[in-house]
């Protein structure tokens, strides 16, 4: 964010809780929709309430769309019926949409009425598709004409729609059963003779998609080939709608941030709402879940400790570098599956790649864990011994280097494969590698690791 | 990917494989190229010789721009100089420009000097500019006219240079001096009378970008305000070139990236090679370097393990609840540590937000551990006696039961605390919090873990 902008962020923030109308209003009347929402967010109840005063129904409508889901019918509900409609008739289909998605089934039948009734069909029919389909995110407002037209039929067609179509960078060409034929450039009808026929200019479309895809199928396309617009159709190849670059970004970030929170074993379809406006309660619900599971995952590790207690007892300093051999493992493994989890999200790997996946950690994994016990095995050798550190009688420094070199060494390099594989076998069984990866990565790896470091102490000190 | 796609590539895969010339040409003539480059990018050596050569300097021109750095040079090496020339001449500047940012200096030269005398001019300026800055990504080509143009004039410059225009989405408006004026819809030139001015149809710009700001800014700016194109301009807002959306998805899908492996402790930017294009040595650099900090930190969490190794050996059943305690901080921190950087990236946070984020975590680490606490408590007082676990003379399992609730609870309350403040604090003095949190997190945790757990059970226990 610039400077410039925080700082009037900030100054309507003070006039906000001044209640200082005139000054909140010259402060907020430019801004974009987006810093609005932002100021609005960060406001208490009452001050919300004075914004929404302060600047309007009409010019508060834009503001809308890009509040939190939690936040929309509440807000919505603080106006006047006849303001409501004002909002919903003002805002372009799919943030009308979206909006009605939000609130509630009865709520939503209210503010439908409250429609023309042209625009209660339109809005009827794109509620119909799921909200996470390319169909729910859709706008229907184009540029479209049909395929037997001249340059002059369709810039006179289009002049007729120009306000209410939301873009003009692509105009979509279509037949007279409403099926997509190609699309064409505002330049190519700009710039040709008015009595050159639409057919002759149009161009193939490369790429469209169904209206019941997944809205993220919609945004990889648009950002894998560069577009600006993608063409949403039915299973007739009947042009409903389009899907732009601005709704690819959100679904994009949308779905890094459910990714990156899955990941950390945080629940749940990642919320619209900014970090500070989610409650505690619904922070501590998304949260729970898994700390519950793992901790009593964890207790299979204390198991094992329990079972090779005899060992830590004997060679006291074994202790020393317990914690060590299953973090290796944990971080290591961390490492592995968090770049094979990004490479399946980006579509980089097809299942048959699982074997070159595979091999490849497989040698990642010995030579970070032959690194690993080299260091820390020459640590073990010549630290304790300069530290005062003893062993019992029976046992030398060397071998004792050598138990945690080895016992290191294995527990990385499993780590390391179990890490990448591990995301690899959730997908083929069809489960989210991100959410399942994580945690089964640290329950088994820190098991594994006690038992090899005790294995490989028992059998290397013979204790 | 859709399937048809995925059939046509695997398809192309196996005729590159058989060196079937015409096929190839037959299946890859009209892919995108970023279809084309994921083609070339998974095939072998040869593979890559043949592909190329299959489909000639011209089409393979925009399959280069979006290689992987790495792969660049050698690509076009394989080239002869004739054909380099034609590459590198039908690219757009930007793609240009990053392909040459992608070689070796002396490469470089050679590169330009094939190039025309303008182009060659035109490339300097932008090679300038840094790699990540607005002015590194932009291009030149974009449609501008002067505010004392009439609608036939502009039409005719723009006509002019229809060719070389990236796109007419934004049409920009510029006075004598090159300055930055106001912009222009193609929609407003085309439908207008052509004696109109253009000054009477300019509108305002809301958003520009110095060619020296990062390109994380732009993108992030592009993306906030639902914007096609941003204009990038010089300290004395002359306009220089813009940035496109598909400039902006390529950007936040890198950061995005370089989070997600950042807080998994790998280092380095992120490569644009893919996953499995990465060589097992540029992997094995990027994770080595936590891996070996975060082992030898680990071996504190030993010491303090030595330090209390007789507690542990009085009471055995310590350990069967001591990795639970441990591991429940990690991960209660790493949930902290997640949201609140992802928080941060998304810009969500200010600085001055501080105590509303510590507040809420102390909530939030209270209900987490007392919920941990309560649970694993009752498990602690009721499960060992049914497993016949035994204890020491002088302990209940009352007593013992309490001690893993308390210490547990204490251990979550004060991890998620940290977890939340140490990315702010790492940011205040102007680290990297992705980088820094994930390692100090995991230390940190682990040491108090110990240290609370075994103080808590001398307390209680008595021993």
Redesign the interface.
């Known amino acids: ?1 610039s400077e410039e902008l925080s700082e009037i962020l900030e100054k309507a923030e003070q006039a906000i809780a001044k209640r200082d109308h005139s000054r909140v209003r010259d402060l907020c009347w430019d801004l ?1 929709h ?1 810093d609005l929402a932002e100021l609005f967010e960060d406001a208490d109840q009452e001050g919300r309430t004075f914004l929404t005063e302060a600047l309007g129904a009409e010019k508060f409508s834009e503001v809308l769309a890009e509040l939190p889901d939690t936040l929309v019918e509440e807000t919505l509900n603080s106006f006047a019926p006849e303001e409501q409609r004002e909002i919903l008739d003002s805002l372009p289909d799919d943030d009308r949409v979206d909006i009605l998605q939000d609130v509630s089934d009865s709520k939503r039948r209210d503010f439908l009425e409250l429609l023309d009734e042209d625009k209660q069909e339109d809005t009827r029919t794109l509620l119909r598709y799921d909200e996470e389909t390319a169909g729910g995110r859709m706008t229907t407002h184009i540029g479209k004409i049909r395929e037997h037209m001249t340059v002059k039929d369709a ?1 006179e067609h ?2 007729g729609d ?1 306000e209410s179509t939301m ?3 692509r105009i979509f060409v279509v037949n007279d059963e409403d099926k997509l034929v190609g699309k064409i ?3 190519d ?3 040709n003779a008015w009595d050159v026929s639409v057919q002759s200019l149009v161009q193939d479309i ?2 469209s998609i169904l209206a019941t895809a997944d809205q993220e199928e919609a945004a990889q396309m ?7 617009i993608l063409p949403v159709v039915d299973e007739s190849n009947r042009l409903l709608g389009v899907i732009t ?2 709704d ?3 679904i ?2 949308e779905e ?2 459910e ?3 899955k ?4 629940a749940g379809d990642q919320s619209e709402q ?3 406006n989610t409650s ?1 309660a619904s ?2 619900r998304r ?2 879940g ?3 599971i ?3 995952l ?2 299979l ?3 094992v ?2 079972r090779f ?1 005899h060992t ?2 004997e060679v ?2 074994l ?6 051999v ?3 493992g944990g ?2 493994g ?2 592995a599956s ?3 989890i ?2 399946m999200a ?4 097809d299942p048959e ?1 699982t074997t ?2 595979a091999w ?1 950690e497989f ?2 994994g010995l ?2 864990g032959s ?2 016990a080299v ?2 095995g020459f ?1 073990a050798v010549f630290a304790p011994p300069a530290l005062q550190f003893t062993l019992p009688n029976g046992t030398n420094f060397t071998q004792f280097g050598f138990t945690v070199a080895i016992a ?1 060494g294995a527990q ?1 390099a499993t780590s390391t494969l179990i890490g990448a594989l591990l995301p690899i076998g959730a997908r083929a069984i069809k489960m989210d590698p991100a959410v399942i990866a994580a945690p089964a990565i ?1 329950t088994i790896v ?1 098991v594994s690791g ?1 038992v090899i470091y005790f294995t490989v102490a028992r059998s290397i000190l013979g204790v």
């Not at 202790?319 to 060590?324: D, E, G, I, K």
């Not at 980006?346 to 790997?349: A, N, P, T, V």
Request: hydrophobic share 55%.
């Open positions: 964010m974009h987006a810039i289009l002049r120009l873009t003009l960078a450039r505002l330049r009808l700009a710039f490369d790429h648009i950002s894998r080939y560069d577009m600006l670059a601005d690819a970004f959100e994009l970030e890094s941030t990714d990156i929170e990941g950390a074993g945080i900014t970090y500070l505690v922070h501590f949260r729970c898994w700390l519950v793992l901790a009593f964890a207790i590790s204390g198991f400790m329990m207690e830590l007892t006291y300093l202790s020393l570098f317990l914690p060590m299953v973090a290796a971080n290591t961390g490492q968090t770049m094979v990004r490479a980006l579509g980089e790997l790649d070159k996946v490849k040698r990642l030579l970070l690194l690993l260091l820390i640590f290191l990385v640290t820190d006690m």
